[in-house]
T-cell receptor
């Protein structure tokens, strides 16, 4: 089984709809991240969390919110989706020790907003 | 502004040939540099990581080099295989705070038989 899973893998929605993307991990890592990837651009950080009670904005948090329900679960919500949020979304995890900069990525969710 | 630039954007090579991908960065303060491989439809997977004091790191047929003075890195792939077809992403870590990662846009490599 994959260490970092994301659901759904693909989603098509309409402008104005609320969407939730979910991420679960079995690596036992404290740190979790949400990124978006657009064609021709590097991954951009949306939100990150260092433990269940910690939520931090990344570079592009506007229009998004997150919830860290447990150590293993980190969900990303688009409150009112818009077409320029069409992108590939990745969840990632890392531990807090010496290897804290090694992030393990999920398979991604392809989101299309019409 | 922290930036990571990769070249070329895309590359086609024949199976068995070698290739070198380039990464230039302006990230301060520098913490580390790593290369990730991203297969189509999958998340990135770490290949190598180098800190300021390291100038080369190998992982099988992949060899990464780092010149911290010129702020350049390269990823050399030896004896390419069809399974090497993927995007290769250079990621630079900036120290401080949560050790922010700055991602390059990647080089898309296609290995043809």
């Amino acid at each position: 089984d994959a260490d970092v899973t994301q659901t759904p893998r693909n989603r098509i929605t309409k402008t104005g709809k609320r969407i939730m993307l979910e991420c679960s991990q079995t690596k036992g890592h404290d740190r979790m991240y949400w990124y978006r990837q657009d064609p021709g651009l590097g991954l951009q950080l949306i939100y990150y969390s260092f433990d269940v009670k910690d939520i931090n904005k990344g570079e592009i948090s506007d229009g998004y919110s997150v919830s860290r329900q447990a150590q293993a679960k980190f969900s990303l919500s688009l409150e009112s989706a818009i077409p320029n949020q069409t992108a590939l979304y990745f969840c990632a995890t890392s531990d807090a020790g010496p290897e804290r900069d090694t992030q393990y990525f999920g398979p991604g969710t392809r989101l299309t907003v019409l | 502004k922290n930036q990571v630039e990769q070249s070329p954007q895309s590359l086609i090579i024949l199976e068995g040939k070698n290739c070198t991908l380039q990464c230039n960065y302006t990230v301060s303060p520098f913490s580390n540099l790593r290369w990730y491989k991203q297969d189509t439809g999958r998340g990135p997977v770490s290949l190598t990581i180098m800190t300021f004091s390291e100038n080369t790191k190998s992982n099988g047929r992949y060899t990464a080099t780092l010149d911290a003075d010129t702020k350049q890195s390269s990823l050399h792939i030896t004896a390419s295989q069809l399974s090497d077809s993927a995007s290769y992403i250079c990621v630079v870590g900036a120290s401080g705070g949560y050790n922010k990662l700055i991602f390059g846009a990647g080089t898309r490599l296609a290995v043809h038989p």
